[in-house]
């Protein structure tokens, strides 16, 4: 299986996956009404300061985020040279323009992608897929063909990459290795969705061999409940959320993308 | 076909490839398609019902180790199908310990099942199917891609199991040394549909009209003729001290072009270095316990692996104008001096039928078309392919699939042939095809590599034996000089 072990400390493990989904899930919705950047930083040092609460290792927490910090910035650069030009324009060369307006929007989309994408990692990090199964099943009563179908799916991706590189090696060594990269990748990409569909309909097939889909109410092994911390959680998503939204309307910086 | 099986028998199901065994099996389990995927004629009943309408009155275990796994956890991955049954919460628990402790599985239940060797998932296998308590246990080749000790583990869970709760029993295998002695009932089913012979084991497999035989069925006294003496010559390429593992794929030519190495960085080597020298007409059986690495040291004999230490050298007498490392070599280069047969035929195939598939190696050459097409018609004879040479290599039975892999590789006419577990699942038909075809690659004076489990085959092709360490501690140099024995 290549999908990564979640990291089982600190007071995270101890929340239900779908108060931890929902919380970032909160933070999310709010920063994405407002493109400013007071409320992505009020709401990106909230995040900071109860990430030192959480007890995660600092060296796994910075590498599992390290994409983050570097497509930050990237996007930020981006939107510094190419965005919307307003009040006083500093360099223009060709397409570039750095303005007022294309500063203050590289800040605010620099610290909105933080903002967002930390929790999601975070939260994902912490989250056992069989965990979260229980949980979509259990607390949201979302349909279990659907959500144990999802799970078992899981475990085939790593398989996919052992089969992708099978074919590849098989490709050498039939000699087509090196004409036509294209057309080699295409075909390789066929055989493996072929090769996907046959153990997608092998373990289809073994799951319903002991008893899957069948016309029986189905009970749980594992309790998935949905708890006073967990409503905790939620709660402290929406005071990050919230504050940052008011100290954003309070400081006048607050400013709703609905139209354009 | 009219079968009745009574209540605890133990039944042996036999029968060619393709006279539908398998079905049969996924029938009695209830998972075979409703009558919209399909027509339905007479009728098949479990305690006199549909067994579509008794999920978990039997219990079906299949070939493949892999895909049968459906959880991360062992616990879990048992009390999957106890969930399904709508079993309670507090006896779900229960019932995983029991069946844990009756396939003598000895993990804790948050064990990852990703850890699992073939042997051992395939008891977590049975042990899923245990916990739902079913009266039937459907084996269907269970133990066909597992390593000797595997087979010996998931064979005693199995008669442990029957001893404890006397559920009834049928068993598809091709092997039928494996199940002899546990079964009090044979049954065969023809090719046609029919069934050929019924009854106990003794009386069956006496085979008095030859028919299992013609079918394929491995017989226990299924004799095998000894290899002719193969006079063996130059030497085609030299391990020394050789490490193998896992990591980046090599990529040809184009990294020493570039004057760059391929990528090292996150290869493991396996406990083990090989010292093998491999001569024009010889055997070299690689074996060892599933994981020991005689797939990944294949790939690296082959050429389609780095070497992650010590030294591999292709000889002069293969090598000719390439470089001395193979895994330097462009995959054209590789065509014409080593061939490989991968283990899951699937992965070779690159064409949409059995012809152009043999046509890619040699026009890969730059061979002229009259050529292409001789060298096309002569293999498609000679591997009893004709009649499918239209056809799509993914539509064709698991027998004809290794065959037409195997024709692949000798489209090309390598010097080398390195086959991955190339008797797997096969019937005896395909199986002796296999041995009397390598017989002839060596008295052409073709080095024959094999990774394998069955230790016939070594027999029958005469190889020489190469067995790898599977830990630590008992890790070291193995040797192989394969002129070493039956040089003339």
Redesign the interface.
Known sequence: ?SII?PLRQGPLARLNPVAKLGAALIVSAVLLVSIDWVSAAVALAAELLLLCFAGLPSRTVLLRTAPIWIAAPLAGLTTLLYGRTAGVVYVQWVFVEISDGSIALALATTLRILAIGLPAVIVFMTI???DLADGLAQVLRMPARFVLGG??GL?LV??FAD?W???????????????GAVRRML?QAF?LF??SI??GS??A??????????P????????SVFRGRDWAALAIAAAVGGGAAGVAIAVGTWHVIVTS | MTIDIEPGERVLLLGASGAGKSTLLAGLAGVLGGDDEGETLGRLEIDGADPRSVRGRSGLLLQDPDSQVILARVGDDIAFACENLGVPRGEIWSRVREALDQVGLTVPLDHPTAALSGGQKQRLALGGLLAMRPGLLLLDEPTANLDPEGVLDVRSAVAAVLERTGATLVVVEHRVSVWRDLVDRVIVLGSDGGVLADGHPDAVLADTSNELRRAGVWLPDTRVSAPAEISLSEPLMTADRLTVGRGAAVRGGGSKRRGRRTRRTQTIALPWHADVVLREGSALALTGRNGAGKSTLALTLGGLLPAVGGLLRAEPALAGTASSDPATWRSRELLTRIGSVFQNPEHQFVASTVRAELAIGPRALGAAPTEVDRRVSDLLERLDLDRLAEANPFTLSGGQKRRLSVATALATRPRMLVLDEPTFGQDANTWSALVQMIGELRAEGHAIVASTHDAEFIAAIGADELRLAASVESSGTVAADTSKARSV
Do not use: C
């Open positions: 299986m072990a056992d897929p069989t799970l078992a475990r790593g398989l089969d590189r099978a074919l590849s090696l098989a490709r050498r060594a039939r000699g087509v290795a090196e004409s075909g055989a072929v090769l046959r153990r092998k373990l097939t073994a799951m319903e061999a002991r008893g899957f889909g069948a029986i109410e189905r009970t749980w092994a594992r309790p």
